[in-house]
DNA sequence: TCCTTGTGTATACATGTGTATACCGTCAAT
DNA sequence: ATTGACGGTATACACATGTATACACAAGGA
């Protein structure tokens, strides 16, 4: 039974509310927890060793769900600019609906636990991984080689973390960080079909198409 | 009078090595950091109010010392590559020479206290412009709008911060780290330069060059 | 000379923490 | 019907924390 349920589903939850507005997830009390869980402090050994597996716990949690929400993105988008849009909206919402997971990943991912980081690294090259699959197997952008979609695949995964704080915390910024991260796949997608050229072919390029 | 001396230098360094191994700013405690210090706990209050005081003081001081860095940073370069390659060899050798102060920097920028986050955010703004006024000032790419210039610096200063953790971290990978952040600003410069054609255009175009 | 100011120390207190031990009800299996 | 595991509780302990008050001592100006 992988599925949380009373106490332990009780002090995940509240591990979730306590990080959204102040702390982060290592720097959770035990007692903390308890409290906000409206449970008994002890009853937290009940579920958990201590605290490092309690964190490493709700990292699983949130990368499953996560996971099951990014597979649902594989769908159709007729050119690469298509589905930098439906992307960009796609996870865009998804982090806005959880923004208690969100968090945990942008503060534990340079945060000062090295199993956390770790974990989450491995998280997030694997969201990437399949990002670039995606991309390459619907021939998206085929004037550029795999390992360049690959690699792009992981700056914009982090990118797009990076900006989910201000996303969800900056309620009027939010269509302005949208189109600006579709600036930034485009360009760096764009800019990679370059990459073979000089910078004075690019400059005759720019100057036989005006 | 500026400058540190006795006991709150001694507090100020303290606070900064405990964060490279293993803490965060705002998890410091006033005991651990006396203790560090060498120090009388109450000692604390003769220099700090309390705990975000102190944290803001440090903040401070990163920030004057990393401005005086980048700075130094006007240097020459003939081209848009040279710059990026300069620029990017400056900069990480800064994080690899103050990992205290990027340590902090990455972790702050999205950890739980607004006020350091707000703070750290003005610090990279303003990084950011100067970047971009350089750039604009030596015509080092004339192709681009300025106010895209402006947006691609933002982008680049903080995918540079996100990367300096690796970067530190991780000695075998720096040469890597390195070009993929070379790479990663030319793409976008070279991407933005087609901002304004459709991907018609650019198919055409790279037939054309072939 | 005295007095103030700056810096560091010692002691003390209330509160919060992680953890250990022991107790209790529910419920399913034997 | 008894047993044992499971989830929850109560009490207690040793320790760390932030903070308040009071003391010490050096330097400098009046």
Chains 1, 2 share one sequence.
């Not at 290592?26 to 009853?43: Q, V």
């Not at 930098?84 to 959880?98: E, G, I, K, R």
């Amino acid at each position: 039974m992988n599925v949380l349920t009373g106490g332990k589903l009780k002090l995940v939850q509240a591990g979730l509310r306590l990080i959204t507005e102040t702390r982060s997830l290592t720097s959770l009390g035990l007692r903390e927890l308890a409290r906000e869980a409206g449970l008994n402090p002890n009853t937290f050994y009940r579920h958990f060793k201590n605290l490092d597996e309690f964190g490493l716990q709700v990292l699983g949690y949130i990368a499953a769900d996560m996971k099951s929400g990014v597979r649902e993105l594989r769908q159709m988008a007729e050119s690469s600019e298509q589905a930098s849009h439906d992307t960009v909206t796609y996870v865009y919402h998804y982090f806005l609906a959880n923004p208690a997971a969100t968090t945990v990943a942008v503060r534990e991912l340079h945060g000062p636990s090295p199993l956390l980081r770790k974990a989450l690294e491995a998280q997030l090259n694997a969201s990437a991984r399949e990002m670039a699959e995606d991309i390459i197997e619907r021939q998206l952008v085929n004037a550029v080689p795999p390992e360049t979609i690959h690699e792009i695949s992981r700056m914009t995964i982090r990118y797009i973390l990076f900006r989910a704080m201000d996303y969800i915390e900056k309620p009027e910024q939010r269509e302005a960080i949208q189109r600006e991260t579709e600036r930034f796949i485009n360009r760096q997608f764009r800019g990679a079909m370059l990459d073979n050229l000089s910078q004075g072919d690019i400059e005759t390029l720019m100057k036989e198409s005006s």
